[in-house]
């Protein structure tokens, strides 16, 4: 194979805002992104990551702030001159032509030597493994080669920075699966910077060196993946991050240390010079069941396969408690229980939603675990 390596830019958006009337999309928003890496922008609906995308690739203007890319401000450029290549989530691709024209249209219009033109197309297709629906149509393909063909024609570009706008939404879960392997494999091979538009935490947990986490039109944490999962600065991220979710529960100061609210067992001996109401987060897959420990009340119980979620009822209010265990654990609604801590608690501001203590300290357990 032959292909020309491309190197990646670094792109940047600094302070950007973009107002639509009274409502605000994009709140004095700064990103960095490292040339050559994969960035993924992650959020629910409506928290201003397509956006970006379209910043970056020219498609929309900011009302303030300015658009980098390799150095360069590119605010004012046409998409055209910024030398990015996007993927769409729809793939956008021309029903009247056939493979090999809709991945060559994009350097038709600019122009492209005809044997450089066919150069591209032999090593996209190659790399791709579509040399052999070259003549087909749209509509002859599956989902996933047209996810392919929308990739041949980001790849032909050679552009510095490739973005994708939730390209894999359309596909069924063992198709994505298969999919983020190729995307990513793709990224690497080419050594361009890609940025990667998800709702899907699990894309973003698998494939990114670099998360930025959107919400209501601001950067929540923005940090590898890894960080974010194991040090989230508030309970959005911990909320979000995370299957299932981190748990988050009232906590109360006693003599002995911080309880959740209504129970007796300390998560934590140590006690935080924090005045405010303070939040636990506990992840479900650090639970483990114990003789003694935090007592639940299971109401529902899930079975995966590898494991079982649990959900139980515990403390003041019975609040709701989520616990992951390997394999089957053979609870019915109704039954008690009590779980032990295998990693400390995050302990969070309740009022500012930040996290104030990564706990240093081991968790108190009362008991050794107990069989499931």
Same mark, same amino acid.
């Given at each position: ?10 792109? @940047?958006?600094?302070?950007? +805002? ?11 928003? /700064? ?16 928290? =201003?990551?397509? /956006? ?5 690739? =020219? ?45 060559? !249209? ?15 197309? #032999? ?69 361009? +910077?890609? &940025? ?5 935490? *699990? ?13 209501? =039109? ?15 600065? %508030?309970?959005?991220?911990?909320? !979000? ?18 309880? &959740? ?7 934590? *001996?140590? #006690? ?26 299971? /109401? ?23 616990? @992951? ?26 009022? %500012?939603?930040?996290? &104030? ?10 008991? *050794?675990?107990?069989? *499931?």
């Amino acid at each position: 194979m032959s292909e020309r390596p491309v190197h990646g830019a670094a792109v @940047r958006l600094h302070h950007v +805002t973009r107002r639509w009337g009274t409502s605000v999309a994009l709140d004095r928003v /700064t990103i960095d992104v490292a040339a050559g890496s994969f960035t993924v922008l992650l959020g629910p609906s409506g928290c =201003g990551k397509s /956006t970006c995308l379209r910043l970056i690739a =020219g498609l929309d203007e900011p009302n303030d702030g300015r658009v980098e890319i390799d150095g360069r401000d590119v605010t004012p450029v046409p998409p055209a001159a910024r030398g990015v290549a996007m993927v769409f989530q729809s793939y956008a691709l021309f029903p009247h032509l056939n493979v090999g024209e809709n991945i060559l !249209f994009g350097l038709r219009a600019r122009n492209v030597g005809k044997a450089e033109r066919t150069r591209r197309l #032999r090593d996209a297709a190659e790399m791709l493994g579509i040399g052999h629906l070259l003549d087909r149509r749209p509509a002859q393909l599956s989902g996933g080669q047209q996810q392919r063909v929308a990739l041949g024609r980001a790849v032909v570009a050679q552009t510095p920075v490739c973005l994708m706008d939730e390209p894999l939404s359309n596909l069924d879960a063992q198709l994505r699966a298969e999919m983020r392997r190729e995307v990513l494999a793709l990224q690497r091979r080419l050594g361009i +910077t890609m &940025i990667y538009v998800t709702h899907d935490q *699990t894309e973003a947990m698998s494939m990114a060196d670099q998360v930025v986490l959107l919400r209501d =039109g601001r950067v929540e944490q923005d940090a590898p993946p890894d960080r974010i999962y194991a040090h989230p600065e %508030t309970t959005f991220a911990a909320s !979000f991050i995370g299957t299932p979710p981190m748990n988050l529960l009232p906590l109360e100061r006693t003599a002995h240390g911080l309880t &959740i609210a209504g129970t007796t067992t300390p998560l934590m *001996t140590g #006690r935080p010079d924090h005045r405010g109401p303070l939040l636990a987060g506990i992840r479900p897959e650090t639970l483990r069941l114990a003789a003694a420990g935090i007592e639940a009340r299971v /109401t529902h119980s899930e079975f995966l396969g590898a494991d079982t979620i649990v959900a139980c009822a515990v403390g003041a209010g019975a609040a709701r408690l989520l616990a @992951r265990l390997p394999g089957r654990a053979r609870l019915q609604p109704g039954d008690r229980v009590a779980f032990a801590l295998d990693a400390p608690p995050h302990i969070f501001d309740a009022t %500012t939603s930040r996290r &104030i203590v990564h706990a240093a300290e081991t968790p108190t357990r009362t008991a *050794t675990p107990v069989s *499931t």
